[in-house]
Protein backbone atom coordinates (compact mmCIF):
# COMPACT_ATOMS: atom_id res chain seq x y z
CA UNK A 1 0.00 0.00 0.00
CA UNK A 2 1.09 3.31 -0.92
CA UNK A 3 -0.08 6.90 0.51
CA UNK A 4 1.29 10.48 -0.50
CA UNK A 5 0.38 13.52 1.66
CA UNK A 6 1.26 15.88 -1.27
CA UNK A 7 0.88 15.76 -5.21
CA UNK A 8 3.99 15.14 -6.87
CA UNK A 9 5.92 18.52 -8.98
CA UNK A 10 7.04 19.03 -12.12
CA UNK A 11 10.36 17.03 -13.25
CA UNK A 12 12.55 16.80 -16.45
CA UNK A 13 11.37 14.11 -18.95
CA UNK A 14 13.35 10.87 -18.76
CA UNK A 15 12.87 6.99 -19.83
CA UNK A 16 11.88 4.61 -17.55
CA UNK A 17 15.04 2.63 -17.60
CA UNK A 18 16.85 3.64 -14.73
CA UNK A 19 15.50 3.97 -11.00
CA UNK A 20 16.82 6.54 -8.81
CA UNK A 21 15.97 7.28 -5.23
CA UNK A 22 16.43 10.94 -5.04
CA UNK A 23 19.34 12.25 -3.17
CA UNK A 24 17.65 14.48 -0.62
CA UNK A 25 14.82 11.25 0.15
CA UNK A 26 15.12 10.15 3.28
CA UNK A 27 13.95 6.80 4.44
CA UNK A 28 12.80 5.34 7.78
CA UNK A 29 11.28 2.01 8.68
CA UNK A 30 9.06 1.46 11.40
CA UNK A 31 6.46 -1.32 12.77
CA UNK A 32 6.78 -2.95 9.52
CA UNK A 33 6.26 0.32 7.50
CA UNK A 34 8.56 2.45 5.13
CA UNK A 35 8.48 6.33 5.44
CA UNK A 36 10.05 8.41 2.52
CA UNK A 37 10.18 11.52 3.23
CA UNK A 38 11.54 14.37 0.25
CA UNK A 39 10.55 18.36 0.68
CA UNK A 40 7.08 18.39 1.44
CA UNK A 41 6.07 14.75 0.65
CA UNK A 42 5.79 11.38 2.86
CA UNK A 43 5.18 8.53 1.35
CA UNK A 44 4.34 5.60 3.36
CA UNK A 45 4.73 1.65 2.09
CA UNK A 46 2.88 -1.26 4.17
CA UNK A 47 3.20 -4.81 3.57
CA UNK A 48 4.00 -6.23 0.11
CA UNK A 49 5.43 -3.04 -0.86
CA UNK A 50 7.43 -1.83 1.86
CA UNK A 51 9.37 -5.57 2.07
CA UNK A 52 9.95 -5.07 -1.66
CA UNK A 53 11.51 -1.60 -1.52
CA UNK A 54 13.51 -2.96 1.55
CA UNK A 55 14.84 -5.27 -1.09
CA UNK A 56 16.26 -3.51 -3.51
CA UNK A 57 16.39 0.01 -2.07
CA UNK A 58 20.18 -0.32 -2.10
CA UNK A 59 20.11 -0.69 -6.41
CA UNK A 60 18.34 2.39 -6.88
CA UNK A 61 21.26 4.23 -7.89
CA UNK A 62 20.11 5.65 -11.31
CA UNK A 63 22.92 2.92 -13.01
CA UNK A 64 20.93 -0.33 -12.35
CA UNK A 65 18.31 -1.15 -15.22
CA UNK A 66 15.00 -2.73 -13.61
CA UNK A 67 15.83 -5.86 -15.43
CA UNK A 68 19.13 -6.32 -13.79
CA UNK A 69 17.82 -5.51 -10.55
CA UNK A 70 15.00 -8.30 -10.83
CA UNK A 71 17.43 -10.59 -11.66
CA UNK A 72 19.15 -9.91 -8.18
CA UNK A 73 15.95 -10.07 -6.26
CA UNK A 74 14.95 -12.78 -7.88
CA UNK A 75 11.55 -11.33 -8.48
CA UNK A 76 9.11 -10.05 -11.32
CA UNK A 77 10.55 -7.15 -13.33
CA UNK A 78 6.72 -5.97 -13.77
CA UNK A 79 6.13 -6.41 -10.25
CA UNK A 80 9.58 -3.95 -9.34
CA UNK A 81 8.46 -1.36 -12.32
CA UNK A 82 4.96 -0.71 -10.91
CA UNK A 83 5.99 -0.20 -7.56
CA UNK A 84 8.64 2.04 -8.87
CA UNK A 85 5.95 3.85 -11.16
CA UNK A 86 4.41 4.65 -8.14
CA UNK A 87 7.28 6.37 -6.28
CA UNK A 88 7.89 8.24 -9.47
CA UNK A 89 4.24 9.82 -9.48
CA UNK A 90 5.04 10.50 -5.84
CA UNK A 91 7.58 12.47 -6.57
CA UNK A 92 10.41 10.47 -4.42
CA UNK A 93 11.99 8.50 -7.16
CA UNK A 94 13.40 9.47 -11.00
CA UNK A 95 13.66 7.44 -13.73
CA UNK A 96 17.38 8.31 -15.45
CA UNK A 97 18.18 7.67 -19.25
CA UNK A 98 21.56 7.63 -21.27
CA UNK A 99 19.57 10.19 -22.82
CA UNK A 100 20.05 12.41 -20.14
CA UNK A 101 21.58 15.03 -22.29
CA UNK A 102 19.66 15.19 -24.36
CA UNK A 103 16.60 15.27 -22.38
CA UNK A 104 14.73 18.51 -22.67
CA UNK A 105 13.03 20.98 -20.24
CA UNK A 106 11.71 23.56 -21.07
CA UNK A 107 13.15 27.06 -18.75
CA UNK A 108 9.24 28.18 -17.37
CA UNK A 109 9.10 24.38 -16.44
CA UNK A 110 12.39 24.76 -14.94
CA UNK A 111 11.15 27.86 -13.36
CA UNK A 112 8.14 26.26 -11.31
CA UNK A 113 10.44 23.42 -10.43
CA UNK A 114 12.60 25.83 -9.30
CA UNK A 115 10.44 27.37 -7.01
CA UNK A 116 9.18 24.65 -5.05
CA UNK A 117 12.30 22.97 -4.50
CA UNK A 118 13.78 26.93 -3.08
CA UNK A 119 10.36 27.21 -0.97
CA UNK A 120 11.62 23.69 1.07
CA UNK A 121 15.23 24.59 1.02
CA UNK A 122 14.86 28.16 2.53
CA UNK A 123 12.67 26.44 5.29
CA UNK A 124 15.65 26.38 7.91
CA UNK A 125 16.80 30.08 7.01
CA UNK A 126 12.94 31.27 7.90
CA UNK A 127 13.42 29.37 10.98
CA UNK A 128 16.70 30.71 12.33
CA UNK A 129 16.44 31.18 16.09
CA UNK A 130 18.22 34.37 15.00
CA UNK A 131 14.74 36.09 13.71
CA UNK A 132 12.48 35.08 16.75
CA UNK A 133 15.56 36.84 19.30
CA UNK A 134 15.42 39.77 17.17
CA UNK A 135 11.49 39.95 17.15
CA UNK A 136 11.03 38.91 21.10
CA UNK A 137 14.05 41.94 21.99
CA UNK A 138 16.23 38.85 23.21
CA UNK A 139 19.33 39.23 20.86
CA UNK A 140 22.03 41.87 21.71
CA UNK A 141 22.74 45.18 20.36
CA UNK A 142 25.78 43.43 18.37
CA UNK A 143 23.71 40.93 17.11
CA UNK A 144 21.35 43.83 15.54
CA UNK A 145 24.28 45.76 14.43
CA UNK A 146 25.99 42.83 13.02
CA UNK A 147 22.89 41.37 11.15
CA UNK A 148 22.76 44.76 9.78
CA UNK A 149 26.68 44.95 8.56
CA UNK A 150 26.59 41.78 7.27
CA UNK A 151 23.75 42.29 5.03
CA UNK A 152 25.49 45.66 4.16
CA UNK A 153 28.95 43.48 2.88
CA UNK A 154 26.65 40.68 0.64
CA UNK A 155 24.55 43.26 -0.84
CA UNK A 156 27.43 46.37 -1.59
CA UNK A 157 29.42 42.27 -3.26
CA UNK A 158 26.57 42.05 -5.87
CA UNK A 159 28.96 44.43 -8.18
CA UNK A 160 31.70 41.43 -8.12
CA UNK A 161 29.24 38.31 -8.94
CA UNK A 162 27.21 40.28 -10.54
CA UNK A 163 30.29 41.32 -13.14
CA UNK A 164 31.54 38.02 -13.69
CA UNK A 165 28.14 36.72 -14.45
CA UNK A 166 27.54 39.08 -17.13
CA UNK A 167 31.16 38.70 -18.97
CA UNK A 168 30.56 34.94 -18.67
CA UNK A 169 26.45 35.31 -19.98
CA UNK A 170 25.76 33.39 -22.90
CA UNK A 171 23.47 35.53 -25.44
CA UNK A 172 20.02 34.62 -23.59
CA UNK A 173 21.24 35.70 -20.26
CA UNK A 174 23.33 38.49 -21.33
CA UNK A 175 20.96 41.22 -21.64
CA UNK A 176 19.01 40.24 -18.13
CA UNK A 177 22.49 39.97 -16.18
CA UNK A 178 23.65 42.80 -17.52
CA UNK A 179 20.44 45.02 -16.39
CA UNK A 180 20.32 43.67 -13.32
CA UNK A 181 24.44 44.43 -12.52
CA UNK A 182 23.69 48.11 -13.76
CA UNK A 183 20.82 48.03 -11.38
CA UNK A 184 22.25 46.57 -8.32
CA UNK A 185 25.69 48.17 -8.40
CA UNK A 186 24.88 50.89 -6.41
CA UNK A 187 22.07 49.46 -3.32
CA UNK A 188 24.98 48.77 -1.54
CA UNK A 189 25.12 53.03 -0.92
CA UNK A 190 21.10 52.35 0.08
CA UNK A 191 22.26 50.59 3.38
CA UNK A 192 24.84 52.39 3.91
CA UNK A 193 23.57 55.10 4.21
CA UNK A 194 21.36 53.43 7.37
CA UNK A 195 24.47 52.55 8.45
CA UNK A 196 25.79 56.28 8.21
CA UNK A 197 22.93 57.42 11.41
CA UNK A 198 25.23 55.25 14.13
CA UNK A 199 28.82 55.08 12.46
CA UNK A 200 30.54 57.43 10.55
CA UNK A 201 31.16 56.62 6.94
CA UNK A 202 35.22 55.64 6.96
CA UNK A 203 33.96 53.06 9.66
CA UNK A 204 31.49 51.27 7.76
CA UNK A 205 33.77 51.53 4.73
CA UNK A 206 36.41 50.53 6.41
CA UNK A 207 34.69 47.23 8.37
CA UNK A 208 35.20 43.96 7.69
CA UNK A 209 32.86 40.94 6.91
CA UNK A 210 32.20 37.65 8.57
CA UNK A 211 33.96 34.92 7.24
CA UNK A 212 30.89 32.82 6.69
CA UNK A 213 29.50 36.27 5.17
CA UNK A 214 32.35 36.17 2.62
CA UNK A 215 31.76 32.49 2.07
CA UNK A 216 28.24 33.40 0.53
CA UNK A 217 29.83 35.85 -1.74
CA UNK A 218 32.54 33.71 -2.71
CA UNK A 219 30.01 31.10 -3.78
CA UNK A 220 28.35 33.47 -5.85
CA UNK A 221 31.70 34.62 -7.26
CA UNK A 222 32.56 30.79 -8.14
CA UNK A 223 29.12 30.22 -9.93
CA UNK A 224 29.04 32.82 -11.96
CA UNK A 225 32.42 31.78 -13.66
CA UNK A 226 30.84 28.59 -14.49
CA UNK A 227 27.42 28.93 -15.68
CA UNK A 228 25.42 32.08 -15.94
CA UNK A 229 22.40 30.50 -15.59
CA UNK A 230 23.29 28.14 -12.57
CA UNK A 231 24.68 31.25 -11.20
CA UNK A 232 21.22 33.32 -11.53
CA UNK A 233 19.47 30.10 -10.14
CA UNK A 234 20.82 30.57 -6.77
CA UNK A 235 21.22 34.18 -6.91
CA UNK A 236 17.46 33.83 -7.27
CA UNK A 237 17.16 31.57 -4.01
CA UNK A 238 18.50 34.86 -2.28
CA UNK A 239 16.27 37.04 -3.91
CA UNK A 240 13.06 35.05 -2.62
CA UNK A 241 13.92 36.27 0.28
CA UNK A 242 14.16 39.92 -0.35
CA UNK A 243 11.08 40.49 -2.65
CA UNK A 244 7.95 40.39 -0.17
CA UNK A 245 5.20 40.60 -3.48
CA UNK A 246 3.05 38.23 -2.00
CA UNK A 247 1.12 39.36 0.22
CA UNK A 248 1.74 37.12 3.56
CA UNK A 249 5.49 37.39 2.70
CA UNK A 250 5.26 41.32 3.14
CA UNK A 251 3.02 41.17 6.10
CA UNK A 252 5.45 38.79 7.79
CA UNK A 253 8.26 41.26 6.95
CA UNK A 254 6.07 44.28 8.23
CA UNK A 255 6.05 42.64 11.31
CA UNK A 256 9.66 42.09 11.65
CA UNK A 257 10.62 45.16 11.27
CA UNK A 258 7.96 46.80 13.23
CA UNK A 259 8.98 44.43 16.24
CA UNK A 260 12.84 45.62 15.31
CA UNK A 261 11.86 49.16 15.96
CA UNK A 262 9.87 48.42 19.13
CA UNK A 263 12.87 46.94 20.84
CA UNK A 264 15.90 48.71 18.75
CA UNK A 265 14.47 52.18 18.52
CA UNK A 266 17.89 53.53 17.13
CA UNK A 267 17.40 51.41 14.49
CA UNK A 268 14.81 53.33 12.81
CA UNK A 269 16.94 54.92 10.48
CA UNK A 270 18.78 51.42 9.60
CA UNK A 271 15.00 50.28 9.10
CA UNK A 272 14.44 52.19 6.27
CA UNK A 273 17.06 51.75 4.84
CA UNK A 274 15.61 47.69 4.43
CA UNK A 275 12.71 49.06 3.11
CA UNK A 276 14.26 51.36 0.58
CA UNK A 277 16.28 48.55 -0.86
CA UNK A 278 13.25 46.36 -1.19
CA UNK A 279 11.47 48.84 -2.51
CA UNK A 280 14.01 49.64 -5.34
CA UNK A 281 14.23 46.17 -6.24
CA UNK A 282 10.07 45.91 -6.76
CA UNK A 283 10.40 49.38 -8.58
CA UNK A 284 12.76 47.85 -10.78
CA UNK A 285 10.69 44.36 -11.28
CA UNK A 286 13.43 42.36 -9.72
CA UNK A 287 10.66 40.21 -8.81
CA UNK A 288 10.05 38.58 -12.10
CA UNK A 289 14.11 39.08 -12.73
CA UNK A 290 14.72 35.00 -13.34
CA UNK A 291 11.30 34.15 -14.62
CA UNK A 292 11.64 36.76 -18.10
CA UNK A 293 15.34 34.20 -18.00
CA UNK A 294 13.82 31.26 -18.26
CA UNK A 295 11.46 32.45 -20.98
CA UNK A 296 14.44 33.17 -22.93
CA UNK A 297 16.45 30.43 -22.52
CA UNK A 298 16.66 27.17 -24.94
CA UNK A 299 14.98 24.49 -23.45
CA UNK A 300 17.96 22.30 -20.56
CA UNK A 301 19.25 19.00 -21.07
CA UNK A 302 18.53 17.22 -17.53
CA UNK A 303 22.64 17.77 -16.86
CA UNK A 304 21.80 21.54 -16.90
CA UNK A 305 18.84 21.43 -14.78
CA UNK A 306 20.57 19.34 -12.21
CA UNK A 307 23.34 21.39 -12.37
CA UNK A 308 20.97 24.94 -11.52
CA UNK A 309 19.13 22.90 -8.90
CA UNK A 310 22.54 21.74 -6.85
CA UNK A 311 23.86 25.25 -7.09
CA UNK A 312 20.68 26.92 -5.76
CA UNK A 313 20.68 24.08 -2.80
CA UNK A 314 23.97 24.82 -1.99
CA UNK A 315 23.43 28.59 -1.97
CA UNK A 316 20.40 27.87 0.90
CA UNK A 317 23.14 26.24 2.99
CA UNK A 318 25.72 29.25 2.48
CA UNK A 319 22.77 31.17 3.39
CA UNK A 320 22.28 29.31 6.33
CA UNK A 321 25.55 29.53 7.55
CA UNK A 322 25.69 33.36 6.83
CA UNK A 323 22.99 33.74 9.52
CA UNK A 324 24.63 31.10 11.67
CA UNK A 325 27.73 33.73 11.72
CA UNK A 326 25.77 36.35 13.03
CA UNK A 327 23.85 34.60 15.61
CA UNK A 328 27.15 32.85 17.11
CA UNK A 329 29.68 35.34 16.26
CA UNK A 330 28.08 38.80 17.78
CA UNK A 331 26.53 36.73 20.78
CA UNK A 332 30.45 36.42 21.80
CA UNK A 333 32.10 39.50 20.50
CA UNK A 334 30.40 43.05 20.84
CA UNK A 335 32.96 44.56 18.47
CA UNK A 336 30.72 46.51 15.67
CA UNK A 337 31.95 46.22 12.92
CA UNK A 338 34.51 44.72 13.07
CA UNK A 339 37.78 46.70 11.68
CA UNK A 340 40.39 45.39 9.76
CA UNK A 341 43.35 43.69 10.96
CA UNK A 342 46.76 45.42 10.98
CA UNK A 343 49.92 45.09 13.12
CA UNK A 344 48.55 46.90 16.15
CA UNK A 345 45.47 44.42 16.58
CA UNK A 346 47.09 41.63 17.83
Known amino acids: MLTASSPRGAD ?9 LRRSATVAQHDGQVVIRHLRQEITLEGAGAELFTRMESHLDGRTAIEAIAGKLADKPARLRALLEQLDEAG ?33 VYNHPLWEKIVSGQASRAQVLGFAFEKYHYIEAAFEHMGIAAANATPEMMPHLARHFIEEYTHGDIYRKGLRS ?8 RSQPLPSTRALVNYLNESAQRSSFAYYSGNELLQMTENTGEEGAGRAVDDFYAAMRKHYPYTDKLIDS ?43 EHLLLFMDGIDTFYAKFATVPRPPCDPLSE
Open 12 to 20: APASKDLPL
Open 274 to 316: FIAHTRADQNLGHTDAFLLMCKSVPPLTRREVNDALNVAKNMA
Open 198 to 205: LFPDDVIL
Open 92 to 124: VLAFLSARDDVALMSGMEFYQLHREHCQHWLEP
